[in-house]
């Protein structure tokens, strides 16, 4: 649903390592955003976009950065990653309008070992 | 503090039952915005609907059916004759106009086992 594509779809990675995942959109919606779930935790904001350069933190944002260049283009860096950090990251879009929808990419799969 | 609560972690039913997903929110905004989505086990987050704060109509969409009441900050989801594909985890959110860019705040869903 909306042209929705993140990657990668699973990363392991070590301790320490920056770890960059990108959320792609094909049909230019203003709104973009990046949750973390976790078990027992339902899923969590970590930042959002409302438009290119245009960013905010979200509920659980520290340790993590974000850039929109482009309007296509939701970047999720976590500069040094933590085994805290182990999750499922998913992006979203917003539509506008009374008939508002929001859809999520498929899911990234991120273990920090 | 959590705006959205899914006071059932887990339910099980067996198939035909009927089952009513609950999902009691807070906000202080007028206008705002409820959904449900379907979290099967394969992982996809799957959209089911979205209710607008001034349209309290109830929704039935098959076997499905919502009850939105503004009065008792509620917007219950009820599955009729459950299905074994009924089996997931259900995530009620609320998006609130001018918070965070309109994003979701989640429940912490409910997880349904539907047996034969």
């Known amino acids: 649903d909306a042209g929705i594509t993140q990657s990668p779809r699973h990363k392991v990675t070590e301790t320490g390592t920056p770890v960059t995942l990108r959320c792609h959109q094909t049909?230019?919606?203003?709104?973009m955003y990046w949750y973390r779930q976790d078990p027992g935790h339902g899923l969590r904001l970590i930042h959002y976009?409302?438009?290119?350069?245009?960013?905010d933190k979200g509920e659980v944002s520290d340790g993590y950065s974000v850039s929109r260049s482009k309007t296509e283009d939701f970047l999720l860096t976590l500069e040094s990653a933590t085994s805290s950090q182990t999750s499922v990251y998913f992006c979203?879009?917003?539509?506008?309008?009374?008939?508002?929808?929001?859809?999520f990419g498929q899911g990234t799969r991120l273990t920090v070992v | 503090a959590q705006k959205v609560t899914q006071a059932q972690t887990e339910i099980s039913v067996v198939e035909k039952e009927d089952v009513t997903l609950d999902c009691v929110y807070e906000?202080?905004?007028?206008?705002?915005?409820l959904f449900w989505y379907k979290q099967p086990p394969s992982g996809e987050l799957v959209f089911l609907i979205r209710?607008?704060?001034?349209?309290?109509q109830n929704e039935i969409s098959g076997r499905y059916s919502w009850n939105f009441q503004k009065s008792t900050s509620s917007f219950n989801f009820t599955i009729t004759a459950s299905q074994v594909v009924d089996s997931a985890v259900y995530f009620c959110?609320?998006?609130?106009?001018?918070?965070?860019?309109?994003?979701?705040?989640f429940g912490k869903g409910t997880s349904l086992l539907v047996t034969p």
């Open positions: 979203a879009i917003r539509t506008t309008g009374p008939s508002t929808e929001a859809f």
């Open positions: 049909e230019n919606h203003r709104y």
């Open positions: 976009s409302y438009g290119v350069k245009d960013t």
């Open positions: 906000t202080r905004d007028t206008t705002y915005y």
């Open positions: 209710r607008n704060s001034f349209d309290e």
């Open positions: 959110a609320l998006s609130e106009a001018g918070n965070s860019g309109y994003a979701l705040n």
